[in-house]
């Protein structure tokens, strides 16, 4: 079920404390987990991720001057989209306005309230499920109509061109495109979506730990994935991305150690996608997703050890969750922190999730919190009526 409800009342309830005047436009927009396929969006391979329940909501209203207020704080932000960047929040909002410019979209002012029930920094895409949702509801102050693909593009142009956040397209789509009981399948190497069956209920554990796509960790391995690249063409591989090399190929690289780790963690993940497309094709509602399962425990042992970017509490919490009888979980998002995801049978995954928190409490002195979601929908306009 759909929370966009009340996180919309709260940002309308937000506008109407911060701002004088009333909203014009409002949307929400979900977070999203990865089921497979992690740091291959900006390697051109196929990544299968979900939307979940918990949304931002964006509520806006035309201004003199652009201001914008958070729940987080409750401060109100006076920024100039035609400025520099300042590392605060609202680049994002400010990087949004820019690349509605582009499209026509032209703006002398706005307020803008938001509200979240997506953690930032827990690799949940807070920053997509933002932006996405920004560009839905200032884009309706101008009365633009714009596709949920466009959305999805002005939202990775206002992250990746504006903020300068080096990354894939996957968590901006998922953001806009995402159906209940659908993952997205989408080949970023074709520019092709696909939207397939998934009725499973996912666990979220959040572990606490959590990182800045604006850090350098990220944008490092995309660095790294690059540099990997052009090495492979100058050997001779007949390559445009990394995502194109088969497994059988990698033992050809010649490469650094940490470049064919980079390199080999891409090219497994793209296989077991594909592996998780079939499976999800074929599957019936009612069966079991252990083998679904168990390509996402293979995902994260790929992420710690090849792509070196989990983090201990997830690789504690992936190994207690499959001993607890899960069929599978990995740290989902960019790394180094954040969510871990599980999928287990549902007559024993509420047993699981209190013993993890449990085991997690005594290891680290501190209870996760877990919540489940099943596969949601994508952006959307709200009312501005009373809430």
């Given at each position: 079920?759909?929370?966009?409800?009340?996180?919309?009342?709260?940002?309308?309830?937000?506008?109407?404390?911060?701002?004088?005047?009333?909203?014009?436009?409002?949307?929400?927009?979900?977070?999203?987990?990865?089921?497979?396929?992690?740091?291959?969006?900006?390697?051109?391979?196929?990544?299968?991720?979900?939307?979940?329940a918990r949304r931002t909501a964006v509520v806006a209203g035309q201004g003199r001057?652009?201001?914008?207020?958070?729940?987080?704080?409750?401060?109100?932000?006076?920024?100039?989209?035609?400025?520099?960047?300042?590392?605060?929040?609202?680049?994002?909002?400010?990087?949004?306005?820019?690349?509605?410019?582009?499209?026509?979209?032209?703006?002398?002012?706005?307020?803008?309230?938001?509200?979240?029930?997506?953690?930032?920094?827990?690799?949940?895409?807070?920053?997509?499920?933002?932006?996405?949702?920004?560009?839905?509801?200032?884009?309706?102050?101008?009365?633009?109509?714009?596709?949920?693909?466009?959305?999805?593009?002005?939202?990775?142009?206002?992250?990746?061109?504006?903020?300068?956040?080096?990354?894939?397209?996957?968590?901006?789509?998922?953001?806009?495109?995402?159906?209940?009981?659908?993952?997205?399948?989408?080949?970023?190497?074709?520019?092709?979506?696909?939207?397939?069956?998934?009725?499973?209920?996912?666990?979220?554990?959040?572990?606490?730990?959590?990182?800045?796509?604006?850090?350098?960790?990220?944008?490092?391995?995309?660095?790294?994935?690059?540099?990997?690249?052009?090495?492979?063409?100058?050997?001779?591989?007949?390559?445009?991305?990394?995502?194109?090399?088969?497994?059988?190929?990698?033992?050809?690289?010649?490469?650094?150690?940490?470049?064919?780790?980079?390199?080999?963690?891409?090219?497994?993940?793209?296989?077991?996608?594909?592996?998780?497309?079939?499976?999800?094709?074929?599957?019936?509602?009612?069966?079991?997703?252990?083998?679904?399962?168990?390509?996402?425990?293979?995902?994260?042992?790929?992420?710690?050890?090849?792509?070196?970017?989990?983090?201990?509490?997830?690789?504690?919490?992936?190994?207690?969750?499959?001993?607890?009888?899960?069929?599978?979980?990995?740290?989902?998002?960019?790394?180094?922190?954040?969510?871990?995801?599980?999928?287990?049978?549902?007559?024993?995954?509420?047993?699981?999730?209190?013993?993890?928190?449990?085991?997690?409490?005594?290891?680290?002195?501190?209870?996760?919190?877990?919540?489940?979601?099943?596969?949601?929908?994508?952006?959307?306009?709200?009312?501005?009526?009373?809430?």
């Amino acid at each position: 079920m759909s929370q966009s409800p009340s996180v919309t009342r709260t940002a309308l309830a937000l506008f109407g404390r911060a701002f004088r005047g009333r909203p014009r436009a409002a949307a929400s927009a979900p977070g999203r987990v990865n089921l497979i396929g992690e740091h291959v969006d900006y390697n051109g391979g196929p990544v299968l991720p979900v939307a979940v329940a918990r949304r931002t909501a964006v509520v806006a209203g035309q201004g003199r001057g652009f201001e914008a207020v958070s729940e987080r704080d409750g401060v109100v932000d006076r920024f100039d989209p035609a400025g520099p960047m300042r590392g605060a929040w609202t680049d994002y909002l400010a990087g949004v306005v820019r690349a509605l410019g582009r499209r026509g979209v032209l703006l002398s002012g706005a307020s803008i309230a938001v509200a979240s029930q997506v953690t930032p920094g827990a690799g949940l895409s807070s920053s997509a499920a933002l932006t996405v949702a920004a560009a839905r509801a200032i884009a309706g102050l101008d009365g633009m109509r714009l596709t949920d693909a466009e959305i999805a593009e002005v939202a990775w142009e206002a992250e990746h061109d504006e903020v300068g956040v080096k990354c894939g397209r996957m968590d901006q789509t998922i953001s806009a495109l995402a159906a209940p009981a659908k993952a997205l399948l989408f080949d970023t190497g074709k520019n092709e979506i696909r939207h397939l069956p998934f009725r499973g209920k996912l666990w979220l554990i959040d572990t606490g730990v959590r990182h800045r796509l604006t850090d350098g960790g990220y944008n490092q391995r995309r660095a790294e994935c690059e540099e990997a690249l052009q090495a492979l063409q100058l050997q001779g591989f007949r390559i445009g991305r990394l995502a194109e090399l088969t497994v059988a190929e990698v033992a050809r690289c010649q490469l650094a150690p940490h470049l064919l780790r980079r390199v080999r963690h891409v090219v497994t993940e793209t296989a077991r996608v594909g592996t998780a497309t079939e499976f999800l094709l074929a599957h019936r509602p009612s069966g079991p997703l252990a083998p679904l399962g168990k390509l996402m425990t293979e995902a994260h042992h790929s992420l710690r050890d090849d792509y070196q970017a989990s983090c201990e509490e997830a690789d504690v919490l992936v190994e207690a969750a499959t001993k607890l009888g899960a069929w599978g979980a990995r740290l989902t998002g960019a790394g180094w922190g954040g969510t871990v995801v599980m999928l287990a049978d549902d007559a024993v995954a509420p047993r699981i999730a209190v013993e993890l928190q449990q085991q997690f409490a005594r290891i680290y002195g501190r209870v996760p919190e877990v919540w489940s979601s099943k596969a949601s929908a994508g952006v959307k306009r709200e009312g501005v009526g009373e809430g």
